[in-house]
T-cell receptor, first 111, second 110 residues
Framework: NAGVTQTPKFRILKIGQSMTLQCAQD?????MYWYRQDPGMGLKLIYY???????DKGEVPNGYNVSRSTTEDFPLRLELAAPSQTSVYFC??????????FGSGTRLTVV | EDQVTQSPEALRLQEGESSSLNCSYT??????LFWYRQDPGKGPEFLFT???AGEEKEKERLKATLTKKESFLHITAPKPEDSATYLC???????????FGRGTSLIVHP
């Protein structure tokens, strides 16, 4: 009954470092998404995927990359971290017409 | 201009004081409207999906309704554990990317 699992829960990066945020789902959902949430700004879509091997940019993709080699996993890569990437990151999955299942989030601070 | 607007931004209620949250949208061709609850430090939790005007869904003290231009989340006799941020999102026909509102922060005082 895991749903969507995100790791790590917290991370502090120095400017210029890179990291990968992991996301895995066990519901056999084709659709997966990465969002960032900043205070008062709502959820902003970074990247999404409609199936293994297929990804596309969302509203705020700059500074991020994704891959989707399996149905279950959808990692988000941050290259050359910048303070503007300080945020809470949520991964989500869904079947096409239903609501999302969200992970518990990764709180990232870039210093 | 936001396509999805939630109001109020924040709402404080006394325990037992019923109220409603609003989600209005300017898009046409609605495929579905979703309500989520988000507790501090956690991911949003799915509550309801509404597909057509006139539809209603209920869960415990919450009832969601939908018209052609807005949705209401009615909270009846709220308890402190109902305190959370409530998000709505709209999904257009032909799309699988919903647009989220900024949320309403609800605090229920005992």
């Amino acid at each position: 009954n895991a749903g969507v699992t995100q790791t790590p829960k917290f991370r502090i990066l120095k400017i210029g470092q890179s990291m990968t945020l992991q996301c895995a789902q066990d519901m056999n959902h084709n659709y997966m998404y990465w969002y960032r949430q900043d205070p008062g700004m709502g959820l902003k879509l970074i990247y999404y995927s409609v199936g293994a091997g297929i990804t596309d940019k969302g509203e705020v993709p700059n500074g991020y990359n994704v891959s989707r080699s399996t149905t279950e996993d959808f990692p988000l890569r941050l290259e050359l971290a910048a303070p503007s990437q300080t945020s809470v990151y949520f991964c989500a999955s869904s079947s096409r017409s239903e609501g999302y299942t969200f992970g518990s989030g990764t709180r990232l601070t870039v210093v | 201009e936001d396509q999805v607007t939630q109001s109020p931004e924040a709402l404080r209620l006394q325990e037992g004081e019923s109220s409603s949250l609003n989600c209005s949208y300017t898009v046409s061709g609605l495929r579905g409207l979703f309500w989520y609850r988000q507790d501090p430090g956690k991911g949003p939790e799915f509550l309801f999906t509404l597909y057509s005007a006139g539809e209603e869904k209920e869960k415990e003290r919450l009832k969601a309704t939908l018209t052609k231009k807005e949705s209401f989340l009615h909270i009846t006799a709220p308890k402190p554990e109902d305190s959370a941020t409530y998000l709505c999102a709209v999904l257009l026909r032909g799309s699988y990317i919903p647009t989220f509102g900024r949320g309403t922060s609800l605090i229920v005082h005992p």
